[in-house]
């Protein structure tokens, strides 16, 4: 792939060359946003740009030797460094690698350039390391830290990088990759998401969302047994858990954007009528209510909270009749 074909945040695309061509080319960038916007493809491409040997400043040929070991992965001046299997942080010795070859001449190309992904895993250790790289790098030397989480990252590595943010692709640019429409949608403007996507898996699991959002809505007072049932459904998995509160979160966004006559937006778009339908069920109140213990699971979730019990609490949150007969009683409690 080359520049020319590059998908998404053209303009960062276009001043990184632009940097390139005047010989003006940071030696420390972040690259930061979501996951699968491109972010480690570009890294990869100005790369390229910096070694080829056929192509330049600002673009390459994609088919030299240098090019090619890049795409490979054999490049010995092109590092990349992430997390080691079974890892759940980047390491101070991975960096200290880094640092000898830092201080090392380029062995093949003419620059070194090194991709840390993702650069907010490494350890405050492996941080406060590479620092001493980022403060004097040699010349024909670059850093291109790649994160979803740049605030994750120390200031003082932060303050030494300049920052460049990649949104997410819009779905005019995604249809450039096919797929069904569905797909696009959830994809939610990531390349990495559209290609991994399991639409059949994705059914499934909206499928119980959704169930458990219609009976939440729609149970009678004298129906708390099956309320709790449904809510057991989509709790009793500690995997599954988290996942079903983030499609959770989808289905009621494209409630309220069905309610407020904004259809373009919705994602599930194969179940917009059954969606029409529910929207019409629910109260501005409910939607707020919803909407505030999702958060509420969302951080008793990193404390690890009680599934059941919460969402148990959210399908009861999500009815009305039950939220009447709970403040009349707490009315009459005073």
């Known amino acids: ?7 998404g945040n053209l303009r960062i695309v276009e001043r990184l060359r632009s940097k390139l061509r005047e010989a003006r080319f940071p030696h420390a ?3 930061s ?4 916007v491109g972010k480690r493809t570009c890294a990869l491409m100005l790369a390229k740009a910096l070694n ?10 994609d088919a030299c030797s240098q090019c090619r070991k890049i795409t490979s992965g054999v490049h010995p001046d092109v590092l ?12 101070i010795p991975q960096i200290r690698e880094l640092l000898v070859t830092l201080g090392l001449r380029a062995l ?14 490494m350890n405050i250790s492996a941080a406060n390391a590479l620092l001493k790289g980022l403060e004097e790098p040699p010349e024909d030397s670059h850093f291109i830290l790649l994160s979803s989480s740049p605030q994750a990252l120390p200031v003082t590595v932060r303050s030494r990088c300049q920052t460049y943010s990649f949104a997410p692709l819009t779905l005019e640019e995604l249809r450039v990759f096919g797929g069904e429409e569905l797909a696009l949608r959830w994809s939610r403007g990531s390349i990495g998401t559209l290609k991994t996507l399991d639409l059949s898996a994705l059914r499934e699991r909206r499928e119980a969302v959704l169930d458990f959002l219609e009976t939440a809505v729609r149970a009678k007072d004298d129906q708390l047994r099956d309320l709790i ?3 057991a459904d989509i709790a009793r998995s500690k995997n599954e858990f988290e996942p079903n509160m983030s499609m959770l979160a989808v289905v009621l966004e494209d409630l309220l954007y069905i309610r407020e ?3 373009k937006r919705v994602v599930n778009v194969d179940l917009e009528p059954r969606l029409r339908k529910l929207s019409e069920e629910f109260s501005p109140a409910q939607f707020v209510r919803i909407a505030e213990f999702l958060r509420t699971i969302e951080v008793h979730l990193n404390n690890y909270g009680n599934r059941v019990m919460l969402t148990d609490v959210l399908a009861m949150t999500s009815n009305a009749a039950l939220t009447k007969i709970a403040n009349d009683n707490i009315g009459k409690s005073r």
Do not use: T, W, Y
């Open 229 to 231: 049932a449904v809510s």
């Open 80 to 91: 990349m460094i992430g997390l080691e299997e079974d890892a759940a942080e980047i390491k």
């Open 261 to 263: 006559g904004l259809p």
């Open 29 to 31: 960038l972040i690259f």
């Open 108 to 121: 093949e190309g003419s620059q070194k350039v090194f991709i840390i992904d993702p650069a907010d895993a």
């Open 1 to 7: 792939m080359r520049f020319s074909e590059f998908i």
């Open 52 to 61: 080829c040997v056929e192509s330049g400043p600002d673009d390459f040929c």
């Open 33 to 36: 946003g979501p996951e699968g």
